[in-house]
């Protein structure tokens, strides 16, 4: 496998979950990680862990919904490290129900985080990445956490289908616009996952789910897909991966 030793890579939504795991197993393969995420306590500790296990990591503490504190994050993280290698666009939020009387801000949140921060972190990230992949390693690489909830739709998850149906949309076009200039992007489609996005959503929409009965991936399933599309040789480019729980149900179509 190739290493990323001498890259630097990018991780939204690194305080936690899979952006956590994420940055770590990157830190593993021997890139440099900017960490990003809005828990500063929880950057600097995974910061800690990293720098203790001989990687270098730099935690940056922003909202990346503002598209200015998601320049900033990229500027930072290219000031500190010299350029910019990777970026996992992996910030979500996950508030499931019913689309009747839905409270609307559980929609703007999701829009925010889910859509707009990967759009503006991505916006800011582009001429870096589009210089890196110009040099040596003659690659660089977008990689977009999605959702098995981007292939289909199911009740109860009607705005967070919109998001995540918009992030294979935009993945796919931003494909199309950069590929010939080496920039790889790649669609990460993970059915549901052991995280705390779970108690993001509200208790009675969460009492009415077999949280006991599922069937739920790592997330180090995931960070072990990214990370095995940005270590790929140049020449391949991985443009979407679907990881589900072994012998779970398919979400409703």
Do not use: C
Not at 13 to 34: D, H, K, P
Not at 210 to 230: F, M, P, W
């Amino acid at each position: 496998m190739n290493t990323l030793t001498g890259t630097t890579a990018l991780v939204t939504g690194a305080s936690s979950g899979i952006g956590e795991t994420t940055a770590l197993s990157l830190a593993a393969a021997g890139a440099r990680v900017a960490l990003v995420a809005r828990r500063g306590e929880r950057l600097d500790d995974l910061a800690d862990r990293i720098r203790a296990a001989g990687g270098s990591a730099h935690p940056i503490v922003a909202d990346i919904t503002d598209a200015e504190q998601a320049n900033s994050a990229v500027e930072q993280a290219v000031a500190t490290f010299g350029g910019l290698d990777v970026l996992v666009n992996n910030a979500g939020v996950m508030l499931l129900g019913s689309i009747e009387g839905a409270p609307t801000e559980e929609w703007d949140k999701m829009i925010a985080v889910n859509v707009q921060g990967l759009l503006y972190t991505t916006r800011a990230a582009l001429p870096h990445l589009l210089e890196a992949a110009a040099g040596e390693r003659g690659s660089a690489d977008v990689i977009n956490v999605s959702s098995e909830a981007g292939r289909t739709t199911s009740p109860g998850m009607g705005v967070y289908n919109l998001t995540k149906h918009g992030v294979g949309a935009f993945s796919d076009a931003l494909r199309k616009e950069v590929s010939t200039r080496n920039v790889r992007v790649t669609l990460i489609e993970p059915g549901p996952v052991a995280t705390e996005l779970f108690t993001h959503i509200r208790p009675e929409v969460l009492a009415g789910w077999d949280s006991e009965g599922a069937k739920l991936l790592h997330a180090q399933d995931v960070a072990d897909a990214i990370t095995y599309a940005v270590t790929r040789p140049a020449r391949a480019a991985v443009n979407e991966i679907l990881v589900r729980p072994n012998g779970a149900a398919e979400l409703a179509s």
